[in-house]
Every structure is written in structure tokens, then in C-alpha cells.
């Protein structure tokens, strides 16, 4: 019997399917191969605003997707190696399907099909994509067949290589991407930090971002991270001018929420207090200066904890602890 939908107009039709979430979509090119195909050829949008590809050491897809009236939903697949190919398993807000076996296929292959077929649908930016090693390399394969660059506000990449991080990001859209996550253990050889990722800093990806977080990478001059409204990081060092360069930019960003810095090298508190002033306020390992901000109802608060983590916060002033002393900008 004809589906329905597929004896509407095709504008009809289409506007239908626009509305529909990555699930539905799923369960549409079920129903015939009329619709399938019309599903393929037309591309409607999956409304799919988190995508994940891998987790740890195990090959998924999670995909949260939001519709019209603002209900959840949300798919997860797993997929395992099996005898003589892979096993399938997926859930759902409305519960789990029975786990699927299939013959002669890879998990990492069977996970990556099923992928090309959401960016056949894929038109409306992301809120986030996560990407775990995982699924790194075999991504990078078919993303160098695509003629277009995925685009999502927020990504985060977990234990990627440093080629791998400069390899994948090309693949993303410089303009969309604002907010970026880089998680990566210490070298497992060394036990030490990754160092400066020097090549990071020099592409668009850096420069366009607003928010970005590193996790092992250091940067290696306060200049790198004074275009940004929230970062979070580690520097070997910083001199005392760095610092009044921090608060003095930091003072005039709109929009800038905090940063953090770890640093290996203690400060020297008195030099701080000569460059700043006495402390706004104090408690044991903690030396905060709240500085006004004119024409505002906040301050920039900076606080140094045991001489060697750096936070720069724009608070409102609402905030400041009884006592405090605020200092004229």
C-alpha cells in the first residue's frame, strides 16, 4: 500500500518532513522504498542538535535531537564485534530495539554507513559534536569525500593526536565553530603535558573561536587567549606585565565571562600588590582584587590561589564579599 505522505504535493510533502527529528526519519525510510527514496534524494533537514561519535574505547553514535514542540528525543547506537562480522544494539527514549547481527561487516564500518546516512540530512548547524580517537581516522576518510564542511557551535575532541586535531578540525566550519574542547591525556611515554600546540594557535579555528578549553596543550603568550570570553588552560609562566595585560583587557571585553590558568611557576604575590594594589580581599592561599568597571553593574574580579592558579572573572557586584575593597579602574 502507498504511504500517505507520498500521495501530498511534493512542496507539502517536503514541509512535513522538514519538521520531522533524526528518529522519525529513521522509521520513515522504513515504511517503503518510495519514501526512502524520496527521503534520500530530497535531504529533509534531522533537526539533530548534538551528535556523538565514540565513547572511550567503544564505537557509538548518540544523536539529541529537539522538534517543534520541544520534546527530547534522543538515539543511541552500539555496535560490537561479533563472530563473522558485528552486532547492532540501539535505544531510545521510547525503549530499545532487539540487538541486530550483522555478517561480514566491521563494527567501526557498519557505525560509519549508518553516519553517511545522517549527513545526507544534515543542513542545520549543530549545537555540538563530540568526537572521541575512536572514530577519528575512519571519520577523516569519508569527511575527504564530502564537498561540504560540518558546522556546529561547539566542538569537543577527546585523545586525539595533535595531526589528528589539526587533521579533523579542516573538515569544520572556521565561521560556526565558537566554542572548542580539547581533551587529551598527559603522554603516555613521558607522563608529561603535551606542550605548546603551536600549530593550533596559528589557524582560523583559534582565532574565530570564543570559548576554548585545553586539557595537556599550553599556550605560550597571554596574547594568544585575549580575543576569548571564556578559556581555561595552562601556561609554564607569566610575567607580572602579563598579568596587567590580562586585566586590562579583560576589563573592556564585552561579553567576556572567566578565564583559568594553571601555571608551574609560582607567582611573587608582593609584585603582584605593587602592580595591582593590596588585595580586595583575602583568606589563607587566596589573594582576590575586585577592580570597577565604569558604566557597569560588574566588576572584574582576579584571584591567584596558592600563588600558582590564575582566575579572572567578571562578576556582578551584587557579589563582592562584605569588606571587599573595589579599586578604581
Known sequence: MTSPLLLLPGVTMDHILYFCDYLEIARLRNVCHSLRNHIDLFKPDAHVKEVRLGNWENAEICFESENESKNNSRIWIGY???HDGCTVACKTHMGSTPLKTISGLDPMDALMQDFKIYLRHLKT???????DEICCDPLLQIMRSQTFKLKTNKLQLCELSTAQILAILRFFD???LKNLKIFTDVNDVT?????????????EYWRNAEKIRLSNFYISDVRQISHLKKFEGCMSTATIDDLVFLKNTFIRLTGFEWIHINFDVDFDVPSINEAFGAP??????????????????????????????????????????????????
Open 80 to 82: 560490537k564485534e561479533a
Open 191 to 203: 607522563g608529561e603535558p603535551l606542550g605548546v600546540f603551536h600549530e593550533l594557535f596559528e589557524t
Open 125 to 131: 548547524p549543530l549545537i555540538k559534536f563530540k568526537l
Open 174 to 176: 572556521a565561521n560556526c
Open 280 to 329: 580586595s580581599f583575602d583568606i589563607e592561599f587566596t589573594n582576590s582584587w575586585f577592580f570597577r568597571i565604569h558604566n557597569d553593574t560588574s566588576v572584574l574580579w582576579v584571584e591567584l590561589t596558592d600563588n600558582e592558579v590564575l582566575v579572572i572573572e567578571r562578576v556582578d557586584r551584587s557579589d563582592i564579599p562584605p569588606g571587599a575593597v573595589v579599586i578604581n579602574y
